[in-house]
């Protein structure tokens, strides 16, 4: 490894991750250092959708919705494997938003981003339709709009992955514990995992810390400075559920409140109902759903659904802190922006990441390297629009005819689990199953289809050490996998890193 970058990026995040593969593409030398695994913290506690944020409308944040629906296809098209459309289902509550209000917000939301490839909203009576058969009866009508799930720690991986191979450096579980100026370069401590400490100098630094943006700012970089902007954290926490309804659709609730929650399909047999938007204070990364959080998502979800949503069936939970720029100290959690913006302050610079949401991380990326384009030397201009992420290169983009595809040739893998490594490898399969023609040439099986051969892959080309960073944000298996079968693959993960 060198010691000398044009661009230090801190954090591996996907703001993070999309700075070090927007730059790295055009031929800048990036470190990226990330003190845990990637996508850790906020990146992998999303709801898990690219969309515009139909509510946002509400806060008249136009050119967020607008940016963020350009966005939403332009992904779509760049990783169809992990990226796919969705329909979701908005019950008109006759006690909330009227439904000249809702029908006025879909039609701007339909056409204020040009939409292509999406379905358009429609209208839907509930009775005898099967998008009405798990709510209530009082819920009569509804509308029915298109956003994108996304697989978000994966999105995550793959930006990191193409900015390896692009020439980026990416160091997990490295902290950077000292930062300071001089010769006109910043100078930067490292520490690994292993207590292993070295010095790096580069150009810029870009502080894409998440939660701890402030933290890198004042202490890191020890400026003593205030920060230029406020930073407002805020928590959103998730259930997931035993699967509680048929389709492939999702739910759209109001609630009373002002807030939102989703009703998701997930991972096949669950469903995700999230999220709560809470002022959060204490340290990030001790973040954790609540007891009253549970309650509240189990009660909000139960207004809407026929059959009751009880604590009792919550398989799992998750949390995570979103970093927001606090641009008005009088608006409640969910209503604080979800717009990004940068200082930069100083010489050599530094750029710090406030706000931000995943649907417009490419963007994000692009308008970064214009902010820093001064500073380092001309070379390549934007790309990532067009460039699509490892795995999405399939023809047109078109998952469904490359998954026909993929089923003649590896006729030999079981349907679900040949369905579950498109979606996450997409063209990368072959690397994946690396020439196997055959189950037992993938080595052992841990359940649910994981491999010896899988978890080689993970640990070589996606920067996965331990069970956790395969089994949770590699992928969702935890959910699948027996007590015992999560057990094993930690011990082979254990063994793996005591022989490096």
């Known amino acids: 490894m060198t010691n000398a970058y044009d661009i230090l990026i801190i954090g591996g995040g996907v703001n993070g991750a999309g700075i070090a593969r927007d730059a790295a593409g055009r031929g800048h030398s990036v470190l990226l250092c990330e003190k845990g695994d990637l996508a850790s913290a906020t990146s992998s506690a999303s709801t898990k959708l690219i969309h515009g944020g139909l509510r946002y409308l509400e806060h008249y944040e136009f050119r967020l919705v607008r940016e963020s629906l350009i966005e939403r296809e332009t992904l779509l098209n760049a990783a169809p494997h992990i990226i796919w459309p969705m329909r979701f289902v908005l019950p008109h509550h006759k006690e909330l938003r009227p439904r000249w209000m809702l029908r006025a917000g879909l039609f701007i939301y339909d056409h204020l981003g040009g939409r292509r490839k999406l379905p358009p909203t429609r209208a839907v009576r509930f009775k005898g339709d099967p998008r009405g058969a798990p709510l209530k009866e009082t819920f009569r009508h509804g509308y029915e709009y298109s956003d994108c799930w996304v697989e978000d720690s994966r999105l995550v ?53 998440g939660p701890w943006v402030n933290d890198v700012v004042q202490n ?24 509680l309804y048929d389709g492939a659709h999702a739910y759209l609730f109001q609630g009373g409140d002002g807030r939102i929650i989703f009703a998701i399909p997930y991972e096949r047999d669950f469903t995700l109902i999230g999220t709560t938007d809470v002022p959060y204070e204490d340290e990030p ?42 641009n008005a100290e009088d608006k409640n959690a969910s209503a604080v922006t979800r717009d990004y913006v940068f200082n930069v302050e100083g010489d050599p610079p530094m750029l710090s990441v406030y706000g931000g ?63 579950r490594l498109l979606r996450a490898y997409g063209t990368r399969i072959e690397d994946v199953l690396g020439g196997a023609a055959n189950y037992g040439a993938l080595g052992r099986c841990y359940g649910s289809g994981l491999t010896d051969a899988e978890i080689q892959y993970l640990q070589d080309k996606e920067f996965a050490a331990t069970a956790d ?31 490096a």
Not at 199 to 209: C, E, I, L, Q, T
Not at 221 to 235: D, E, I
Not at 297 to 325: I, K, N
């Open 157 to 209: 991986v793959l930006n990191a992955m193409d900015a390896a191979e692009r020439g980026a450096t990416i160091l997990t579980r490295t902290k950077v514990t000292g930062l300071t100026r001089g010769d006109g370069v910043w100078t930067a401590r490292l520490e690994g995992a292993g207590g292993a400490v070295e010095d790096v100098r580069a150009k810029v630094v870009v502080n894409a810390a």
């Open 357 to 419: 949401k995943i649907t417009t991380y490419r963007k994000l990326a692009e308008h970064a390297l214009e902010k820093l384009g001064p500073v380092l030397s001309q070379r390549g201009g934007a790309w990532t629009a067009g460039a699509p992420l490892p795995g999405g290169d399939m023809k047109d983009a078109d998952f469904g005819a490359f998954h026909r595809e993929m089923a003649q040739q590896f006729s030999w893998l079981e349907s679900q689990h040949l369905l």
């Open 220 to 243: 890191v970089a020890q400026t003593n400075a205030k920060p230029s902007f406020g930073l407002r954290l805020v928590k959103g926490s998730h259930i997931i559920v035993r699967r």
């Open 285 to 326: 990364g001790a973040v954790d759903i609540t007891e009253s959080e549970i309650d509240y998502l189990c009660r909000s979800a139960s207004e809407y659904f026929r059959l009751p949503v009880t604590r009792e069936q919550v398989r799992a939970t998750y949390a995570g802190v979103r970093p927001l720029f606090d």
């Open 469 to 499: 960073d395969i089994l949770k944000r590699r992928s969702k298996l935890y959910l699948h996998l027996t007590e015992e079968e999560i057990a094993a693959v930690r011990a082979h993960c254990a063994s793996a890193d005591a022989a």
